[in-house]
């Protein structure tokens, strides 16, 4: 079975844009998972999707969303970008087992 | 709410020796516990889970973990270091009274495995 997949890999913005994200996860696996790590706070959660709805959300301000499609793919959107939001994002898809499985990340420079 | 804590930032051991990278736990339920390897500009890499049942878990490339319930530890061991070993390791807890797989991560180890 083909892994996670992230697009794109790396991405530069500059304050103030938005960004998207997107996802594919392993096939036949439901959920996918959102996470930012940065060096300062680590790993942390943003969301959760399982079939098309959002099932947990952390604790990140409202300029973080995300979707998820019928086939499982999922988007996560960041708007009006601040510097802080430089990290590696990545997407994690679970299947029934509980373990999940990571994408490569992408990697977002805002300057 | 439910957290881990990795109480070593840097770990190093010589190859052949064994090795501990330790994870305390808390969570409100009972605990799923997972460990994950970071190489380099890389994405997570799954090493083992602990659900329920034997308290020793075995996984990937010879590493193995202990759950200890009364200590709320889970701490990652293997009986003998490669060079190829060293990277920077993550603990994670679910609470399986919640629904979904959101995870709670420790802030990470870096082992050091040096000739």
């Known amino acids: 079975k083909a892994g996670v997949t992230q697009t794109p890999r790396y991405l530069i913005k500059t304050r103030g844009q938005q960004v998207t994200l997107s996802c594919s996860p392993i096939?036949?696996?439901?959920?996918v998972s959102w996470y930012q790590q940065t060096p300062g706070q680590g790993l942390q959660f943003l969301f959760e999707?399982?079939?098309?709805?959002?099932?947990n959300k952390g604790n990140f301000p409202g300029r973080f969303s995300g979707r998820q499609f019928s086939n499982s793919r999922s988007e996560m959107n960041v708007s009006t970008l601040e510097l802080g939001d430089s990290a590696l994002y990545l997407c994690a898809s679970s299947g029934s087992h509980n373990e999940q499985f990571f994408g490569p990340g992408t990697r977002l420079t805002v300057l | 709410a439910q957290s881990v804590a990795q109480p070593e930032d840097q770990v190093n051991v010589a190859e052949g020796n064994p090795l501990t990278v330790k994870c305390t736990y808390s969570v409100s339920g009972n605990p799923y516990l997972f460990w994950y390897v970071q190489y380099p500009n890389r994405g997570l890499q799954f090493l083992l889970k602990?659900?329920?049942?034997?308290?020793l878990v075995k996984g990937s490339y010879g590493f193995e973990a202990e759950f200890n319930k009364s200590q709320t530890s889970f701490h990652l061991k293997k009986p003998s270091a490669l060079v190829s070993d060293s990277a920077l390791y993550f603990c994670?807890?679910?609470?399986?009274?919640?629904?979904?797989?959101?995870?709670?991560f420790g802030g990470g180890t870096r082992l050091m495995v040096k000739p």
């Open positions: 602990y659900i329920t049942g034997d308290n």
């Open positions: 999707y399982f079939s098309e709805t959002q099932r």
């Open positions: 994670a807890v679910r609470d399986n009274n919640n629904a979904g797989n959101m995870l709670t």
């Open positions: 096939s036949g696996h439901r959920s």
